[in-house]
């Protein structure tokens, strides 16, 4: 019975879309998100999902049905292969694949948990915490902040019996999140270029960084994760569990993992008797070069560039990491830090070196395989003008009031369909700065500037985008932060969804129907922040059975 549901939802798209071709349904644009969304929901596999949704793509776009292949390979894989960008990115994926094989080989990693859980009574929230802090110590870039903290802590969590989805679901909760409301990453320089569109199309004379700044209290979503990460932490919650429903009655133990390793997981830790071949230097001199060695050098790509062309050597920090070419510097760095990590590489490790180096990178196969697939289905979108489709839907009149909240569950829509937070911000940032431009309202007598409007919009915007995208099963950060950790991508999107759901609904209620009603950005931010509060003592019951620590 199971296997003619799979076949009948397999054969059924290709008929749909073909039928599409012909009637030019309003819905046609987003057909094939659609169809890689179920297949992913419906077969588990993050790679058929995203195949067959870009083949989808394919079948709409191609001049001719039966030439969709073709289509597929030159007209989306190719482009998509050809972009320095994201050639650099599988790059750096490879490179990062091969340092946490240099780690494992070598010992570090036994060595660090070793460390880390000796002494010890309670190892997993003690892991989770730590995880939660490297989260932080990466916030200048998303991608590099899921590979970085979820291929090293892995082996970590595996050695103290933690769980795996939870290993995901805090390295997801402590990259986009962090990146998007940074100060200093990879994000804001895309953000700050994507307001200063949306300002010139509505005529205002305002500095973009200015702008941002007004706009952080409200990005709402980030920061309700961030919090709520660690209340997770701390009371030990399993919302996805199955027996959560009887939490009170049956608590998991303290550290019951809740998936268990895989086969190469288990092949790839050393021996018991390799525990202590290595010291700590090992990982934490490699790790620590990459830390500071990666925004470091974005500032000097940035000063570089800035200073050939314009002559300017004393910019801004903002400017300087504009100008940076962070897709070069990801995969500079990354050599470097093998190379660093081959330079102390223990002698007397039971792996040599290079097949250490070769065995990691033969891991990140299978993600590169899925980048590849994602990348193949955005290009569809985009001609497809999926994003834009749905961005129309805000034209239409709707109250000043409920703008925030409506542009949040707008850009959450698109990411979550598109799979890309910084291509719904590409969307939405320019087309609804102008809307909220043109709009006002009365607030408690006086009436509220189109520029407060504009920056409640900025917020929302931004805070939609990292939702949907932290909650879609194509997006590249989801993605890679579940492979990172070991788990399927739609294990990792199942077990995170009620935690992403209660950020989203608090930062739709109060945050942003709050921050419309009264024009500012602080009432939401400290309801939202009161409403989590309350949340912990109410429902934070520690189920674990764990002593304060």
């Known amino acids: 019975m199971r296997f003619a549901r799979n076949l009948l939802i397999f054969a059924i798209w290709p008929v749909l879309i073909l039928f599409a071709r012909q009637a030019e349904w309003s819905l046609t644009p987003i057909l094939p998100s659609l169809c890689a969304l179920s297949l992913v929901f419906v077969f588990r596999s993050a790679l058929l999902g995203l195949t067959g949704g870009a083949l989808a793509g394919a079948l709409l776009l191609a001049p001719v049905a039966w030439t969709a292949p073709l289509f597929l390979i030159n007209d989306l894989l190719l482009p998509a292969l050809q972009s320095r960008w994201n050639l650099c990115v599988l790059m750096f994926t490879l490179i990062m694949g091969g340092f946490v094989g240099l780690l494992n080989g070598g010992g570090g990693i036994s060595s660090l948990v070793h460390r880390l859980s000796a002494g010890a009574k309670y190892g997993s929230r003690r892991m989770e915490w730590i995880t939660y802090g490297l989260g932080f110590g990466c916030f200048f870039d998303g991608l590099a902040n899921s590979m970085l903290v979820g291929s090293t802590m892995r082996p970590v969590y595996d ?22 409301v940074a100060l200093l990453s990879t994000w804001i320089a895309y953000q700050l270029s994507m307001i200063k569109e949306g300002l010139s199309a509505a005529n205002m004379d305002v500095n973009p960084y200015a702008m941002f700044l007004a706009a952080l209290p409200g990005n709402y979503y980030c920061w309700f994760t961030l919090v709520l990460v660690a209340i997770v932490i701390h009371r030990r919650w399993n919302l996805a569990s199955k027996v959560a429903s009887t939490a009170a009655k049956h608590c998991p133990p303290t550290d019951e993992p809740t998936d268990k390793p895989t086969s190469s997981s288990e092949q790839s ?61 990801l995969v500079v760095v990354g050599l470097s830090t093998c190379l660093v990590a081959s330079l102390v590489y223990p002698r007397n490790a039971p792996l040599p070196y290079g097949k250490a180096f070769l065995g990691g990178m033969e891991r990140m196969l299978a993600p590169t395989l899925i980048l590849i697939a994602a990348w193949a289905l955005s290009g569809s979108l985009k001609q497809l003008d999926a994003g834009v489709w749905i961005g129309h839907l805000l034209s239409g009149a709707v109250p000043a009031w409920f703008l925030p909240a409506l542009v949040f569950l707008a850009g959450a829509s698109i990411s979550f369909l598109t799979g890309t937070s910084w291509g719904t911000m590409g969307i939405v940032v320019p087309l609804v700065i102008p809307l909220a431009a043109s709009m006002g309202h009365s607030v408690g007598g006086s009436e509220m500037t189109a520029y407060d409007l504009s920056i409640s919009v900025l917020a929302a915007a931004f805070s939609g985008a ?18 990172a950790s070991g788990v399927e991508p739609f294990e990792h999107v199942r077990t995170q ?35 989590l509060l309350a949340i912990w003592k109410l429902l934070g019951r520690n189920c674990s059975g764990e002593h304060p620590q």
């Not at 990666?294 to 300017?312: F, M, N």
């Not at 990292?466 to 950060?477: A, E, K, L, Y």
């Open 497 to 531: 969804m009620p935690y992403a759901l209660i950020a989203a609904g608090l930062a739709l209620f109060p945050g942003f129907v709050l921050a419309g009603w009264t024009g500012q950005l602080w009432p939401g931010l400290l309801a939202g922040l009161v409403a």
């Open 269 to 329: 830790k050393p021996s018991h008797g390799d525990t202590h071949t290595a010291g700590l230097h090992t990982v934490w001199i490699p790790l620590l070069f990459l830390i500071v060695m990666l925004p470091a050098s974005l500032w000097w790509s940035g000063s570089r560039a800035l200073e050939e062309k314009i002559g300017q050597i004393d910019a801004r920090w903002v400017d300087t990491f504009a100008a940076a070419d962070t897709a070069l510097m």
């Open 466 to 483: 990292v939702f949907g995208d932290h909650c879609s099963p194509i997006s590249d950060t989801t993605i890679v932060s579940s492979l």
């Open 159 to 180: 050695r103290t019996s933690s769980s795996r989805n939870r290993l995901a679901y805090i390295v997801d909760s402590t990259s986009s999140p962090i990146a998007c």
